[in-house]
């Protein structure tokens, strides 16, 4: 049984809580895998997307989650401009929560916002990326693909690589992979580690191969454009030449290793096209347990909800 | 009138001494072992009388966002803290940068008839760090220094003229610092805490910057300076090394960063959120060192109240600001002198004689011939801290469940019980 009845971060989560929704996510793979994946678990409940940030694939995966468990949705797009001067995020989670939801998943560019969204409502949140803070679904789909690739999480080497300051997929992961007894790697510009990110257990390394070296998962992040006309980086091509990984990169990494990455990609910049459409890429099976991690979840916190509301 | 404050410890710049004092009119006329007196008595025993307590950083909000406060609940806040005198920062709407907005302030506050009110007026027009404001008019009108309070003025041509041209007028420069280019939308302090949060940091550097920025023109210029709410370690050191080879600058902080580190933000709770944001332990130990050795000379609030609405956000969104007013004393008190940092003169210092040595207001002693400004408080009376219990408009406090010592028991004004606690 979850310990809340959001899902907020994987900071505040424990290992035996991410264990319980991997271990139904196996059980939700079977049936999204099977001919008719359609089950009447969750009928009758009502899930909302409220996204103040785009997104493909969280929102579909989601979404589809939902329905294949049998509950109904909706979607809310919010402009990111509406956020400031539209109704305040309380009132419109005071609003859906009239309407009888059982579920919100919000996407939001401000860290804490659904925290602050589920002190208000009844609602289970489910934190959908808040800012540079944490996306634990997305970490969630991570382990459960690493979990299935090697038989487990504990004692794993994962290097992740990219623009780990501005990632909230690499805040998720640092704080579940802990949890579970992984390693952790990093290696970006130093314009894009966070500060004192290796207090939370991450170990900063001084090139892309130490990053690599011996590991069992290689984890390249989104590069944002917008981030170059910050002046993070100087320009794509000098980021993929130092920082991006390719199967040079990848041969200090184990034999059997395997790449991930949240995507969307951006081919030839974080990971060479070579490597994305590769043997070692799971970047499709990710996506595929997405949606079953997510079911598993829906399925967890209705049972909370059912055992505690 | 006369009022005869009997019995109580009467805390001067040279110790506490037990002493009646009679005040007459607005000045207090004698202080001695015992005075006899038919008239208004305040029985003091166990109390401690202090002078007025000056706070020269406070946002009143009038005009324009009333909403937030107005001169009327900020005064009201002002004497439940024991403040008998307020300064106040120009960042209002219409900003203060002209005669007009000092003259209203200060007829609001005579309507008021609670603390005094000295507004600051703004170094630009509009704030808008370009052109100068009406320097000599609003001094005419009662301003006493003059400031931008919120952000800096970025170009640093334009600051040095402000300086220059208001220390003709006698005026001083109040330094908010602030490289806003560098802080680039940070919320926090930028550290472990807003990585672990997400949070956008910034970084000490872009208040040091600043900070030593104006202390470089105060001393190109040879022209005093005064540094706002400094919350760095590095900044009180630059702060420090400046008065060491004699540079004119003063400075104050506030209480929340010398109480407080950014260890609060992991709640999210918009009331931890202040500009310049609470630091680390080691700024928190450098800023009461710095107070200590002199290197900031006053206790100020940056009293900055804000309605729920600008604080039940999300906290990127939030309004920066801690209404400190009604607090300053009693958590000044808990935890620099019950803790044995320093003493109740050195504090009184602090928060009363510095400011008004600085600003050249009066009041900030405790003498015969002085104004009868007092604060008395109850040092022995212990209370929690609840921000909805605040009289300002602005209930946004960090400070909610901290217990402190210190209650204000009279707050008295031109000789005139304004407040009884």
Request: with cysteine.
């Given at each position: 049984m979850l310990k809340n009845k959001d899902l907020l971060g994987l900071k505040d989560c424990t290992a035996e809580e991410i264990y319980e929704i991997l271990d139904a996510a196996v059980q939700m793979k079977k049936l999204l895998k099977s001919?008719?994946?359609?089950?009447?678990?969750?009928?009758g409940k009502a899930l909302v997307t409220l996204f103040y940030e785009n997104s493909t694939r969280t929102r579909s995966s989601f979404e589809l989650a939902a329905k294949y468990l049998g509950a109904s949705e909706v979607n809310i797009s919010v402009a990111?401009?509406?956020?400031?001067?539209?109704?305040t995020l309380i009132d419109t989670g005071e609003t859906l929560d009239a309407m009888q939801i059982d579920y919100v998943v919000i996407r939001h560019p401000m860290a804490g916002a659904p925290k602050l969204l589920a002190e208000h409502v009844k609602a289970s949140v489910l934190n959908g990326g808040d800012g540079m803070h944490e996306h634990p679904t997305q970490a969630l789909l991570d382990m459960f693909t690493m979990r299935e690739a090697f038989?487990?999480?504990?004692g794993l080497k994962v290097a992740i690589l990219g623009d780990i300051k501005h990632s909230r997929v690499a805040m998720s992961n640092l704080f579940g992979l802990k949890k579970l007894g992984a390693e952790v790697f990093m290696y970006a510009p130093a314009t894009m580690i966070p500060k004192e990110i290796e207090k939370l257990g991450a170990r900063v390394c001084k090139s892309r191969e130490e990053a690599v070296e011996g590991a069992d998962a290689v984890m390249g992040l989104r590069i944002q454009l917008e981030r170059q006309h910050g002046g993070l980086f100087p320009s794509l091509s000098e980021y993929s030449k130092f920082y991006g990984v390719n199967d040079a990169v990848m041969k200090?990494?184990?034999?059997n290793a395997v790449v991930l990455h949240p995507g969307p990609v951006n081919r030839g910049v974080e990971l060479t096209p070579g490597l994305i459409d590769g043997?070692?890429?799971l970047i499709l099976e990710q996506v595929t347990n997405g949606v079953a991690v997510r079911m598993a979840l829906l399925k967890l916190l209705a049972d909370y909800r059912e055992a505690n509301l | 009138m006369k009022l005869l404050i009997k019995n109580g410890t009467l805390v001067t710049a040279d110790g506490e001494i037990k002493a009646d004092l009679l005040v007459n009119g607005k000045v207090i006329e004698r202080i001695a072992p015992a005075i006899n007196e038919k008239c208004e008595t305040i029985d003091a025993k166990g109390k401690h009388v202090l002078a007025g307590i000056i706070d020269m950083h406070v946002h009143l909000r009038e005009p324009g966002f009333e909403g937030k406060e107005d001169v009327e609940s900020g005064c009201k806040a002002a004497v439940k803290g024991g403040v008998t005198q307020v300064c106040c920062m120009p960042n209002t709407n219409p900003v203060c940068d002209n005669a007009v907005v000092v003259t209203y302030i200060k007829h609001r506050a005579e309507e008021v008839n609670l603390c005094k009110v000295n507004p600051i007026g703004a170094i630009t027009k509009g704030q808008n760090g370009e052109s100068l404001s009406d320097i000599g008019k609003m001094k005419s009108a009662g301003i006493v220094a003059i400031s931008d309070d919120?952000?800096?003025?970025?170009?640093s041509a334009v600051m040095r003229l402000a300086m220059e041209y208001a220390n003709d007028f006698n005026l001083k420069c109040l330094c908010h610092c602030e490289d806003a280019n560098l802080v680039d939308g940070g919320v926090v302090n930028e550290g472990y805490n807003s990585t672990l949060c997400g949070l956008k940091g910034s970084l000490r550097a872009a208040e040091d910057i600043m900070i030593a920025r104006d202390i470089a023109l105060s001393e190109s210029l040879d022209i005093p300076v005064h540094i706002c709410h400094v919350s760095t370690y590095s900044g009180a050191a630059l702060i420090k090394s400046a008065k060491e080879r004699g540079v004119k600058v003063t400075a104050e902080t506030c209480p929340h960063y010398f109480i407080l580190t950014d260890d609060i933000i992991t709640s999210y709770d918009t009331n931890t959120k202040v500009n310049p944001p609470v630091r680390e332990e080691k700024d928190r130990q450098a800023i009461i060192s710095a107070l200590k050795d002199g290197t900031i000379d006053c206790i100020v609030t940056d009293h900055a109240p804000h309605s729920l609405k600008d604080k039940q956000v999300e906290y990127n969104l939030a309004a920066f600001g801690i209404s400190g007013i009604e607090t300053s004393f009693a958590l000044s008190y808990t935890y620099l002198v019950k803790t044995g940092l320093m003493s109740l003169s050195e504090l009184s210092e602090k928060m009363s004689a510095n400011p008004a040595k600085i600003l050249g207001l009066e009041g900030g002693g405790l003498g015969e011939g002085a104004a009868a400004d007092l604060t008395i408080v109850d040092l022995k009376e212990k209370y929690v801290i609840d921000g909805n219990k605040f009289v300002s408009k602005g209930k946004n406090t960090p400070f909610n469940g901290f217990e402190v010592f210190g209650a204000v028991k009279y707050t008295i004004v031109d000789g005139e019980i304004k407040y009884r606690g």
């Amino acid at each position: 049984m979850l310990k809340n009845k959001d899902l907020l971060g994987l900071k505040d989560c424990t290992a035996e809580e991410i264990y319980e929704i991997l271990d139904a996510a196996v059980q939700m793979k079977k049936l999204l895998k099977s001919d008719c994946k359609q089950s009447d678990m969750l009928k009758g409940k009502a899930l909302v997307t409220l996204f103040y940030e785009n997104s493909t694939r969280t929102r579909s995966s989601f979404e589809l989650a939902a329905k294949y468990l049998g509950a109904s949705e909706v979607n809310i797009s919010v402009a990111t401009s509406s956020v400031q001067k539209g109704e305040t995020l309380i009132d419109t989670g005071e609003t859906l929560d009239a309407m009888q939801i059982d579920y919100v998943v919000i996407r939001h560019p401000m860290a804490g916002a659904p925290k602050l969204l589920a002190e208000h409502v009844k609602a289970s949140v489910l934190n959908g990326g808040d800012g540079m803070h944490e996306h634990p679904t997305q970490a969630l789909l991570d382990m459960f693909t690493m979990r299935e690739a090697f038989g487990k999480i504990k004692g794993l080497k994962v290097a992740i690589l990219g623009d780990i300051k501005h990632s909230r997929v690499a805040m998720s992961n640092l704080f579940g992979l802990k949890k579970l007894g992984a390693e952790v790697f990093m290696y970006a510009p130093a314009t894009m580690i966070p500060k004192e990110i290796e207090k939370l257990g991450a170990r900063v390394c001084k090139s892309r191969e130490e990053a690599v070296e011996g590991a069992d998962a290689v984890m390249g992040l989104r590069i944002q454009l917008e981030r170059q006309h910050g002046g993070l980086f100087p320009s794509l091509s000098e980021y993929s030449k130092f920082y991006g990984v390719n199967d040079a990169v990848m041969k200090y990494a184990k034999k059997n290793a395997v790449v991930l990455h949240p995507g969307p990609v951006n081919r030839g910049v974080e990971l060479t096209p070579g490597l994305i459409d590769g043997e070692k890429s799971l970047i499709l099976e990710q996506v595929t347990n997405g949606v079953a991690v997510r079911m598993a979840l829906l399925k967890l916190l209705a049972d909370y909800r059912e055992a505690n509301l | 009138m006369k009022l005869l404050i009997k019995n109580g410890t009467l805390v001067t710049a040279d110790g506490e001494i037990k002493a009646d004092l009679l005040v007459n009119g607005k000045v207090i006329e004698r202080i001695a072992p015992a005075i006899n007196e038919k008239c208004e008595t305040i029985d003091a025993k166990g109390k401690h009388v202090l002078a007025g307590i000056i706070d020269m950083h406070v946002h009143l909000r009038e005009p324009g966002f009333e909403g937030k406060e107005d001169v009327e609940s900020g005064c009201k806040a002002a004497v439940k803290g024991g403040v008998t005198q307020v300064c106040c920062m120009p960042n209002t709407n219409p900003v203060c940068d002209n005669a007009v907005v000092v003259t209203y302030i200060k007829h609001r506050a005579e309507e008021v008839n609670l603390c005094k009110v000295n507004p600051i007026g703004a170094i630009t027009k509009g704030q808008n760090g370009e052109s100068l404001s009406d320097i000599g008019k609003m001094k005419s009108a009662g301003i006493v220094a003059i400031s931008d309070d919120g952000k800096s003025v970025a170009n640093s041509a334009v600051m040095r003229l402000a300086m220059e041209y208001a220390n003709d007028f006698n005026l001083k420069c109040l330094c908010h610092c602030e490289d806003a280019n560098l802080v680039d939308g940070g919320v926090v302090n930028e550290g472990y805490n807003s990585t672990l949060c997400g949070l956008k940091g910034s970084l000490r550097a872009a208040e040091d910057i600043m900070i030593a920025r104006d202390i470089a023109l105060s001393e190109s210029l040879d022209i005093p300076v005064h540094i706002c709410h400094v919350s760095t370690y590095s900044g009180a050191a630059l702060i420090k090394s400046a008065k060491e080879r004699g540079v004119k600058v003063t400075a104050e902080t506030c209480p929340h960063y010398f109480i407080l580190t950014d260890d609060i933000i992991t709640s999210y709770d918009t009331n931890t959120k202040v500009n310049p944001p609470v630091r680390e332990e080691k700024d928190r130990q450098a800023i009461i060192s710095a107070l200590k050795d002199g290197t900031i000379d006053c206790i100020v609030t940056d009293h900055a109240p804000h309605s729920l609405k600008d604080k039940q956000v999300e906290y990127n969104l939030a309004a920066f600001g801690i209404s400190g007013i009604e607090t300053s004393f009693a958590l000044s008190y808990t935890y620099l002198v019950k803790t044995g940092l320093m003493s109740l003169s050195e504090l009184s210092e602090k928060m009363s004689a510095n400011p008004a040595k600085i600003l050249g207001l009066e009041g900030g002693g405790l003498g015969e011939g002085a104004a009868a400004d007092l604060t008395i408080v109850d040092l022995k009376e212990k209370y929690v801290i609840d921000g909805n219990k605040f009289v300002s408009k602005g209930k946004n406090t960090p400070f909610n469940g901290f217990e402190v010592f210190g209650a204000v028991k009279y707050t008295i004004v031109d000789g005139e019980i304004k407040y009884r606690g």
